[in-house]
């Protein structure tokens, strides 16, 4: 079991198939796995012990990928977009290891420590030549990709995906060579990201071609998917809204759409009913997964969406706002504070378990002793098994006895008409502990005060969650994989806002 | 002639080209068989012996073949002519409840 398996089977089976670039000159699953196989040797004999990855998307990611998964050495694709600080500490830990980047990036990898560093034009020089040589049988076991997870402020943890998860979860998830060579996805996650990673596993296992938007621009997606006639595309929520106004604007229709996933962070109710509304012939899919699962452990389906689209039943409308249901290959539980299973309705954290759930870092495992996975994430099960996901537990408001969700009052403030986006953090209160603030964006041309979004909450949800400060801004601080920078807007307004300033 | 399997193990037909890989394994040791005769692991040499009959009825790559009341799951890297088996048992292939695309 090794990722690289499912790209020896992809070529076994469609050896022809254009499995990567455009439909016009692309490469065919026979040849990447040629390349893969080329570079497995190269980095065998450069004696490294991890193959990063520095750079955007290209054709030379599934190559080095693939690559190091012959090779039996961990890969591990790093954020292009950390501060050099954190920068540092990353090469630090994968030190020994080789990075492959861009051109632009030489430079300042070298400042930050790196000792090899080869650009992506080096590294196909040194595999342009065909090479006869077996390859080290690789242990499940082994580490397939190290990936720095998300920490937006702290230091990031390095989690460890072993090839047995990752080829667990893509064999018991994706149907081998399910797909029509018409079809091709749109690939424009960054590739540090555990979507960018698992996108080039299933759609390569799946036989859809995948073409890369290295940096993501409205228009050009837009332009890319019609030109490429793209099928498939997976999208964090501070793309979509862009792409469907980019849509608009341009008056260009994408005929050839017919899937669209999204996940990474919550994506505003009234944008997906737009998109419902604006494309009904394209499939949703809201996935609902972490880094430390291999990615998706549950998902709101295309007919999940539909049905709760045309439902006049609340509760059945109301699972727009879910993650949909567990994969039938996992365990899912929401447990409370004492590890308790609760049950339908019931707030708690969300645990999870299955052969894809690796739930481990660099340094030490996280799973329980009998294989949980505590996601860190609140959540509840509505009657019919849906999950409902609401927010980070750490960013929980404790304000007085009261533990309030971000993620609960930002979907009633996004409902108000005039608001498109809204951020729901705790600041400090001497009186309470933690208060209820919040920070808008309207829509264009729309208008609301403070007062008016206050009451519009306090009608909806207790006093307790109304927000004592509502401050608006153009926009919202999001990391490049759509998480909500709730703790840098934490920050500036508990600054703006001294404890016992506050009110409420 | 039973053999303990592990998920993540490669073996192989020795009567065919079939190869395949575990998915899920049994606590106890299986009678395993491709055209009617014992695989072996992946790599290994063996002089092919015929194809039995009734045990000829091919393997597809990609496929998954599994026994659920024993809690086994083979999923086939390779393609084959001979069937796979625990004893005499020919192994359904698992249907495939294709999720739609999330990645």
Same mark, same amino acid.
């Given at each position: 079991m090794n990722i690289a398996m499912l790209l020896e089977m992809a070529a076994e089976g469609d050896?022809?198939?254009?499995? /990567?670039?455009? !439909? +016009?000159?692309g490469i065919s699953a026979a040849e990447l796995l040629e390349r893969a196989r080329r570079a497995a040797i190269f980095f065998t004999k450069t004696g490294t012990e991890v193959v990063g990855y520095f750079g /955007?998307?290209? +054709?030379?990611l599934p190559v080095a990928l693939f690559g190091a998964a012959l090779a039996g050495i961990p890969f591990s694709p790093i954020n292009?977009?950390?501060?050099d600080e954190q920068l540092r500490g990353i090469l630090a830990r994968v030190a020994g290891g080789m990075m492959i980047a861009d051109d632009d990036e030489v430079e300042r990898l070298g400042a930050c420590g790196a000792a090899h560093v080869i650009t992506k034009g080096e590294l196909a020089a040194a595999t342009s030549e065909p090479v006869e040589a077996e390859h080290p049988f690789v242990d499940?076991?082994?580490?397939?990709v190290l990936l720095f997870t998300s920490g937006t402020t702290s230091e990031p943890k390095a989690a460890i995906l072993r090839h047995r998860h990752l080829v667990s979860y893509i064999i018991g998830s994706v149907e081998f060579l399910?797909?029509?060579?018409?079809e091709a996805q749109l690939i424009c996650v960054p590739p540090y990201h555990i979507a960018g990673m698992a996108a080039i596993l299933s759609s390569l296992y799946a036989g859809r071609r995948i073409m890369y938007l290295p940096t993501f621009d409205a228009d050009e997606w837009v332009a890319t998917a019609a030109a490429e006639h793209v099928t498939h595309a997976m999208v964090v929520p501070t793309m979509l809204g862009r792409i469907l106004g980019a849509i608009e604007s341009s008056?260009?229709?994408?005929?050839?759409?017919?899937h669209l996933s999204y996940g990474g962070g919550r994506m505003p109710l009234e944008l997906v009913e737009r998109t419902l509304r604006d494309m009904p012939q394209v499939d949703l899919v809201n996935a609902y997964g972490l880094t430390e699962t291999s990615s998706t452990i549950a998902m709101l389906t295309p007919e999940d969406h539909r049905e709760a689209f045309a439902s006049e039943e609340p509760a059945v409308r109301a699972r727009l706002g879910s993650v949909g249901r567990p994969l039938p290959s996992l365990e899912v539980e929401v447990r409370g504070e004492d590890d308790s299973v609760l049950g339908p309705n019931e707030k708690g954290e969300i645990w999870v378990r299955g052969?894809?759930?690796?739930?481990?870092?660099v340094g030490n495992t996280?799973?329980?002793? +009998?294989?949980w996975f505590r996601t860190r994430d609140a959540g509840w099960f509505d009657d019919a098994g849906f999950l409902f996901v609401e927010g980070r537990l750490d960013d929980v408001i404790v304000r007085g006895a009261e533990n309030i969700s971000p993620g609960e009052i930002e979907e009633v403030l996004m409902a !108000?008409?005039?608001?498109a986006e809204a951020a729901v953090i705790g600041i400090p209160d001497t009186e309470w502990g933690e208060a209820v603030a919040s920070v808008v964006v309207l829509h264009p041309g729309a208008q609301a005060t403070e007062a008016e979004l206050q009451r519009w909450v306090r009608e909806r949800l207790?006093?307790?969650?109304?927000?004592c400060v509502v401050e608006f801004r153009p926009e919202l601080p999001y990391s490049?994989?759509?998480?909500?920078?709730r703790r840098v807007l934490r920050q500036e307004l508990a600054e703006a806002n001294p404890a016992g300033g506050a009110g409420s | 002639m039973a053999i303990q399997l592990k998920a993540g193990m490669r073996l192989r037909s020795q009567t065919d080209a079939c190869e395949v890989v575990v998915v899920k394994a049994p606590a106890d040791a299986v009678d395993l068989r491709c055209g009617g005769h014992a695989l072996v692991a992946a790599g290994e040499e063996a002089s092919p012996p015929g194809i039995e009959v009734g045990f000829d009825g091919g393997t597809q790559l990609g496929k998954r073949y599994a026994d659920e009341e024993l809690g086994l799951e083979l999923l086939c890297s390779k393609a084959g002519e001979g069937s796979l088996s625990v004893g005499e048992t020919v192994l359904e292939i698992k249907g495939a409840k294709p999720l739609p695309a999330s990645d």
């Open positions: 050896p022809e198939r254009i499995v /990567l670039g455009p !439909h +016009d000159g /955007l998307n290209s +054709d030379t292009y977009r950390a501060p499940p076991e082994e580490i397939a399910g797909c029509s060579p018409a008056g260009t229709s994408l005929p050839a759409l017919r052969e894809q759930v690796a739930g481990e870092y996280v799973l329980t002793e +009998d294989g !108000h008409p005039a608001v207790r006093s307790t969650k109304m927000p490049p994989t759509g998480k909500l920078l | -």
